[in-house]
Structure formats: C-alpha cells, structure tokens
C-alpha cells in the first residue's frame, strides 16, 4: 500500500509499544556481567575547602571496591567548551583535583562497591571536615560584586545592544512602563535521573559509555578529552537511545560521567553510577534566577517608541554559562530606539545550563507582562497593542529584511477566535463566579529557527523495508516516527516497514537535540539519502546511501518561530488559590511533520509554563547556600490535577525559505510567553500585578 500524506499525519509513536511495556532499555536499565555500582559523595558546604577526609571506615564497609577521593583519584582534565566541536561541557572544573568547594553538592569522593546498597552505605561512611566561608547565594548581593562582568554576546548575538537613541525616545514618550520582573532558580527535572554505564574492553583499547545524553558525539568527545583520552588509540562510544526528558540537562558533558569511567578503568569491571533526585538538584545544572528591568515607552495610543532591557543573572565559580535573556527582546516588535544589556554575577551554586527556551523562556515573562502592562496603562486591548507594533521585517536589520516566513497575526486572529477573546472582561477584577475570580490574558511566543550539519545512512533491502541510522536523539520528542515517516513518504513506503536506530556514536554523526533542530537537521539528511536511494527502490533492489548535509546556509532572510498564548485564569478570593481553566496556544513553526507528536510536545511545553508561573522555585539557603528544595515534594511542578483544558493549534504553513521541508522545530516555542499569558490572566482576574515568579497564593492574598 503506497501511503498518502504520510507528512504531517497524527502517527502513533513507533517505539510507543516498546516504552509501555518496558523493552526500551534507558541508560539506567544497562546491566553487564560483573558490574559495580558507583556513588558520589558531595560536599555539604557551598565554599571553603576540604579540610580533611576521613574513609577508613568506607573503605572497610561490606562490599566496597574502591573509595576515590582527591588522595588517590586519576588526572582527569577540563573538557571542551567548544560547541561548534562537538566537544561541551557543562564545567570547567573536574572533580577530585583540588580541594576547594565552590558549590552545595559538588563532587568530593566517589565510591563503588558490589551492590548499590553499599555503595550509598559506604557513600555516608566518609568523613569530611571543612574549612567554610559564606557562600555568596543571593543575587542582587552577587550583581554589585567586582567579578560581575558584562558579556557582549551569547549564541553569537549581541547581549549588550543599542539602536536609535533610547534615552531621548523615553523622554519624549507620553506612557511610560518602568517596572522590574524576576524569574527563580528552576531545575529541569526529568523524569530520568542522570545515568552513566562505563565499561573498558580487557585490553584497554576501547570505552562504552551508556549515558542519559542529548548529543552523544558531544559525549564522545567530552568524555574523551576529560579522561585524557586520544580518540586515534582508543575506540569510545557512547549509546543513548532512550531518554526519559532532558530539556537542556542532558546536553552538555558532565564530569560524573568521565569519573565512572575512570573508575571502571582502574577496577576492571563496568561501573554503573545514577544520580539520586538530590543530586540531581547540583550536579547537572538549572535555569538560573533573573532580575529583569524593562521600560517601555510608547505614544498615547501604545505606540512604542522606546524598549529597554536589562538583565541581571549569574552563573558559578567554575564555569561561563550564559542565559541569552534580552536576546528576544531585540527581535519581537518593531520599535527604533531599544536597548538591551546583560550583568553576569557568579555564585557559590552548581552551573547553570540551557534549560528548555533557554533566555527566551525568562526573558518573554519579562517582556510580554509589561506589554500587558502597556495596554493597560494606555487602554488598548493587549491583542491589538501587539498587532499596532508588529514587526512586519526583523528589526535588528533596521527593518529591511524579511522574515522566511511569519504568521503571528494569524495566531492572534485564530488565538482570539478559538479562545473567545472578545468575551475578555475588560476591566480587572470584574468578573465573578461565586468565590471564583475570572480573568483572561494573552503573551506571544518565539523562539529561533534552528538547524546544523547531518549525517544520515538510510538502508533498503530487496523485500521493501528501510532503515535509517543517525547518532541523533529522541528525548520522547518523537524523532524515532518523524523520521521514518520522512523515509516513508520518500521511498513509497508504509511507515511500518521503515525503522530507525538513533544515538549511537557508531552511527553517522547526527547533531544535539538542542535548540529544537531535530527536525529541520536530521530530516533533510534522510530526505536527500532516500531521495538516492528511488532507483534502487524502483527495481526492487537493496541498496544503501550515507549523506551528511550542511545547515541551512544564510539566505536573506530571518528564521523564526512565533506564536500566540491564551490563558484563562480562576482565582479562589477566599485562599488566593490559583487554576488555570484554559489554555490555548497557537504556534507558527512551518511545516507540521506529525500532528500527534508535535502536540504531544506543545502540551509539555504549556504544562511546564503553567509550572513555572505558579509552581516552581528551587531555593538556596541564605546563609549555608545549600539547595533547599532538593526533591519532587519540596519542587513543585503540576500534577494531573493541577492541569485542566489545554488547546493546541498550529498555522501549518510550510516556511518556503527554510529548509527543503519548510519545517522549523517546534520543541521550546511553546513554554516563551506561557508564563506571562497566566501571569496577565491572574492581572485581568483580581487587578493585581505579580512581577515575581512563581505566583503563589499567599502573594495574591497579601496584595489583594
Ligand atoms: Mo534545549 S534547552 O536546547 O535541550
């Protein structure tokens, strides 16, 4: 049967069936003849120094194979910080080379022992006695310290960024929005705990790696450099093909990983090392906190005729991470005179990491609630104080070029429609249903177009099946079914008979699942190997082709992604509780590839917006700078009760100058903006204006 419209269709996943029932094999489930199991041990101050430890004891206890700590363990080295190299990672610093602490829950020791009982036994057995000083925790103290420094780029985009004349355009503005907004430390936490498997050929010559990994060939080389490793003597591959969620925490190098197999190559035996929950809280990075002061001045009618934005974060003591905060800001609306800049402190925390929109995410709640804020002030409706200030070209181009493609007034328009927009109540705190306060409220959302180099191997047999093989990934984002349905419909064929093996160094070099490039990376690579493949197809002969495809290359246009957010809001007026009833978002991506999973992941997204307006915070203790928050009671993010009616709508209008496919990702669009639609809902519902996330009721409360 010759499928049609196999683009674009709401496939089912196809290693649906092998997730439910358990043949998916994880980095964790990895279990090899004579394995032993590795547990860190983690410092309990947040700076100072070991003073002293003490592992008699541990090394006596049952079953333990080896203690490592600064006294004995390996060299290991500063891995990559090249991204274009495929060789990041996530610190600069490698554990048990030195004895100073920079952070809560670093790496001081490691211990392995014959079952993971013991192991964590053993693991609370050493003795550590430090000399501490106060860490610095607090960000607005860290904002005013000498090492505060001002980057000017992230992502190669200017951070520190001026056009027109900002202060004058203020001045001359008649309404003038000037308010400050802060986002918390958020922690990804994915379902999967970190994993590594480690295990060393007898002879030494080769390594392999099981690792919970977004970017196995970042893995590879990262984990290489750190062990010291020449990759011409010594084989390393690394196997990822299940994940269970990584939203950014996954993709960067950790030295976790490189510390398992050094301790598989001094033991002898494959070593298994997850971290627990807590761990997870220090030792695979966060979104760090914000501190984000936006003015906005416009004419009387919203016009804006000025934008500032100035972003204050941090990153730690061993390692420059930067979250692109103001970066959206430039881009999203037309307005001549706009400024950004960025301060980047540094704290006594573990190091911050991209997290789902990273920059996007913070920055567009900071943006899209003073918008809110602007419409208010002037009276303009929020919709049609976006539409008076649409950026018809991008205007970091002085608004001459063009977009590759840009629908964002159809999702306003669809958005209104679907959602009821005209039923809004116009003023704050107006609407009641009993003890309930209603309130509507809207953000846009964008995120960058990205897409970078493939490799793909796609392999036909006589009897009509294919495969495709790329060390690409699948987060549960869907990559495994969106490729085989690409084969699929280039080849003629049922998605049934093409399958596909994904992250595996071995493999053709496929790139990080990051930046929501899945799709318009890997899927032209397929495309193009298929597309080689027709003749062999057409006489029903084997045949196989490897392709590797360059990015996109710049074509004139500005790639990017936008879309429309809707929330409805209830707030309890007796205890401040707060419900989001509805959410609509509509997104402008391109091409849709799978109507199934591409809404699988916009549920995600909004589900995780929800969490962070109102839910999620992790905590540093002031004085101990230790992470307060380190488990999933004490880290709230929202529970099936806490989520009620979500919509999803896409444009579905190929991007004719992105890509063969028109296709642009989709991953990280969905959470910009959703934060801010709810933040304005709960405005418009009780007139009260919450500028720091989360929103909680205690806050609604006090204000109202
Ligand atoms: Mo994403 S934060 O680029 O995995």
């Known amino acids: 049967m010759i499928p049609k419209n196999v683009i674009g269709a709401g496939i089912d996943r196809v290693d649906g069936p092998l997730k439910v029932t358990g043949g998916a094999k994880y980095a964790g489930d990895v279990s090899l003849d004579g394995m032993v199991y590795a547990v860190p041990v983690t410092s309990t101050i947040a700076r100072g120094n070991i003073a002293s430890m003490d592992t008699s004891a541990a090394v006596k206890a049952p079953g333990v194979r080896i203690v490592m700590t600064r006294k004995n363990a390996p060299p290991l080295f500063k891995g990559g910080n090249d991204y274009d190299d495929a060789c990041q990672s996530g610190e600069d610093w490698m554990p048990l080379q030195d004895d100073e602490i920079y952070y809560d829950g670093q790496i001081i020791g490691l211990v392995v022992a014959d079952t993971l009982e013991r192991a964590i036994h053993a693991a609370d057995l050493v003795e550590t006695s430090y000399q501490s000083c106060r860490p610095m925790v607090d960000l607005t103290a860290a904002l005013k310290k000498p090492d505060t420094s001002q980057p000017a780029t992230a992502l190669g985009q200017p951070l520190q960024y001026e056009r027109g004349d900002v202060d004058k355009a203020l001045m001359k503005s008649l309404v003038r929005i000037d308010r400050t907004y802060t986002t918390p430390v958020q922690h990804h936490n994915p379902l999967e705990p970190h994993a590594s498997v480690a295990e060393w050929s007898d002879d030494g010559s080769s390594l392999t790696l099981h690792e919970t990994s977004q970017w196995v060939v970042n893995s590879r080389n990262s984990i290489a450099r750190m062990l010291g490793i020449d990759q011409s003597k010594v084989t390393v591959r690394v196997l990822s093909p299940f994940l269970g969620g990584g939203f950014g925490s996954k993709g960067y190098a950790r030295a976790f990983s490189a510390l398992t197999a050094a301790a598989a190559r001094e033991l002898g035996y494959p070593v298994k090392l997850v971290l627990s929950r807590r761990q997870m809280y220090s030792l695979n990075g966060h979104r760090p906190s914000t501190t984000q002061a936006v003015t906005l001045g416009s004419d009387r009618r919203g016009r804006l005729k000025a934008t500032r934005h100035l972003c204050g974060t941090y990153t730690s003591k061993v390692f420059q991470y930067i979250e692109p905060v103001v970066l959206s800001t430039q881009l999203l609306y037309k307005c001549s005179s706009l400024r950004t800049g960025f301060d980047l402190a540094r704290m006594n925390t573990g190091t911050p990491t991209p997290m789902r929109g990273p920059g996007e995410t913070p920055g567009l709640f900071a943006l899209e609630s003073a918008m809110d804020e602007l419409a208010f002030a002037t009276g303009v409706d929020p919709i049609d104080l976006r539409r008076l200030n649409y950026a018809e070209r991008d205007p970091r181009t002085n608004n001459r070029q063009r977009w590759s493609s840009k629908h964002l007034n159809e999702c306003y328009d669809k958005g209104a429609e679907e959602f009821g927009w005209k ?144 929330a409805e809001v209830r707030v309890d007026a007796a205890l401040g509780r707060i419900r989001v009833h509805r959410f609509l978002g509509i997104y402008d991506v391109g091409k849709i590839i799978n109507e199934k999973t591409a809404r699988s992941q916009v549920h995600g997204g909004i589900i995780q917006g929800i969490g962070m307006a109102l839910m999620e915070a992790s905590a540093f203790d002031p004085y101990f700078g230790r992470v307060m928050t380190p488990n999933l009671a004490d880290y709230h993010f929202p529970v099936n009760a806490d989520i009620h009616g979500i919509r999803v709508s896409f444009i579905d209008e190929p991007d004719p100058h992105f890509g063969p496919l028109g296709a642009r990702g989709l991953g990280e669009l969905p959470l910009t903006g959703a934060a801010a639609a709810v933040a304005n809902a709960v405005f418009n519902a009780t007139g009260i204006r919450v500028r720091d996330l989360p929103i909680l009721p205690n806050t609604i409360l006090a204000k109202g």
């Open 423 to 566: 039923d809004r109540p116009k003023k704050p705190a107006s609407r009641r249903d009993g003890r309930w306060l209603i309130g509507y409220g809207m953000a846009s959302a964008t995120y960058p177009a990205q897409n970078t180099s493939s490799s793909v191997k796609v392999s036909l047999t006589a009897d009509g099946r294919a495969e495709i093989e790329v060390a690409s990934h699948d987060l549960g984002t869907g990559t495994y079914t969106i490729l085989c349905q690409f084969a699929a419909n280039e080849l003629g064929l049922p998605v049934s008979k093409v399958s596909c093996r994904l992250a595996d160094t071995f493999l053709p070099p496929g790139p990080c699942a990051g930046g929501s490039q899945t799709v318009a990376s890997v899927g032209p690579a397929v495309i193009a190997a298929c597309k080689n493949l027709l003749t062999f197809r057409k006489a029903g002969m084997p045949g196989e082709e490897t392709v590797t495809i360059p990015g996109s290359q710049p074509n004139g246009f500005s790639w990017q992604s936008f879309g429309a957010q809707f």
